[in-house]
Nanobody, 119 residues
């Protein structure tokens, strides 16, 4: 059983930056692809991006390409989401998630961290 804990959320002005962290425990971190999702008030949860288990290959939804960067440190069991040039529409609760190598869905989720971008 993998436990995920996000941190780093907060209030930032438009154009600013935040770095979210996702600390994992209870499993072999490098066995899991990791992802970030977000859910804005009144909206469905949406995919933000993902990073593979070991090579560091990433994929992002179009709305964050060029602004957000996902990375991971397998030695520290931590995933990161660097968010630059933040916009008010990035306001949401951000969740990290882990997907086992043979799974087609994300199996484990964190509790989320609030990101609020003021205009």
């Amino acid at each position: 059983q993998v436990q995920l804990v996000e941190s780093g959320g907060g209030l930032v002005q438009a154009g600013g930056s935040l770095r979210l962290s996702c600390a994992a425990s209870g499993g072999t971190f490098s066995n899991y692809a990791m992802g970030w999702f977000r859910q804005a008030p009144g909206k469905e949860r949406e995919f933000v991006g993902t990073i593979d288990r070991r090579l560091g290959n990433t994929y992002y939804t179009n709305s964050v390409k060029g602004r957000f960067t996902i990375s991971r440190d397998n030695a520290k069991n931590t995933e990161f989401l660097q968010m630059n040039s933040l916009k008010p529409e990035d306001t949401a609760v951000y969740y990290c998630a882990a997907r086992a190598s043979m799974s087609t869905t994300y199996d484990y989720w964190g509790q989320g961290t609030q990101v609020t971008v003021s205009s």
